[in-house]
T-cell receptor
């Protein structure tokens, strides 16, 4: 079974440009999460989808970030316009939605560098 | 103040040593406690989880939660070079799926 995949693995853009990150969750997982780790800091939650609906977007830093999950399958995270402080690693995770802890499976991350 | 504090290390031990990794937290609402392992250029991978207080053992790994002290630990017995990775504690409150992570401890097990 394929794991969570993310594209691209690395993106380098200039300040003010737009970048779109993509996440493909594990097939059948209704829950999809975005997290990010900026340099020297801990991994922080951004938002949570259940199917195509945003369940919790309390971690989104500002309105330059837009997440979508059309059709409840893959998700995109757009940053527009990018700022220097947006540099970091963006992780996507997915989970089935059951069990004691509902294990979240993480992708390898997209490393975003804003210059 | 961070909700979860974790010593970033690095921690270097000889092969076969017992490793102790720890986190403290401030949010008393946390009920689910997890340890993730992350290898370089990979995503975090769930290693162990504990619900509420107590101990849990899985092979060479033991997770402990002391809610009265807001302190969690991961012990690795007979450490192996393949255990070299970053270990992240994570926790969440009931009713929320968002995980709150510690900053991670880099562990290096020397052959």
């Amino acid at each position: 079974e394929a794991g969570v995949t993310q594209f691209p693995s690395h993106s380098v853009i200039e300040k003010g440009q737009t970048v779109t990150l993509r996440c493909d969750p594990i097939s059948g997982h209704d829950n999809l999460y975005w997290y990010r780790r900026v340099m020297g800091k801990e991994i922080k939650f951004l938002l949570h989808f259940v199917k195509e609906s945003k369940q919790d977007e309390s971690g989104m830093p500002n309105n330059r970030f837009l997440a979508e999950r059309t059709g409840g399958t893959y998700s995109t995270l757009k940053v527009q316009p990018a700022e220097l402080e947006d540099s970091g690693v963006y992780f996507c995770a997915s989970s089935q939605g059951g069990g004691v802890i509902d294990e979240q499976y993480f992708g390898p991350g997209t490393r975003l560098t804003v210059t | 103040q961070k909700e979860v504090e974790q010593d970033p290390g690095p921690l270097s031990v000889p092969e076969g040593a017992i490793v102790s990794l720890n986190c403290t937290y401030s949010n008393s609402a946390f009920q689910y406690f997890m340890w993730y392992r992350q290898y370089s250029r990979k995503g975090p991978e769930l290693l162990m989880y504990t619900y509420s207080s107590g101990n849990k053992e899985d092979g060479r790994f033991t997770a402990q939660v002391d809610k009265s002290s807001k302190y969690i630990s991961l012990f690795i017995r007979d450490s192996q070079p393949s255990d070299s990775a970053t270990y992240l504690c994570a926790m969440r409150a009931p009713g929320r799926r968002a995980l709150t992570f510690g900053s991670g401890t880099r562990l290096q097990v020397q052959p």
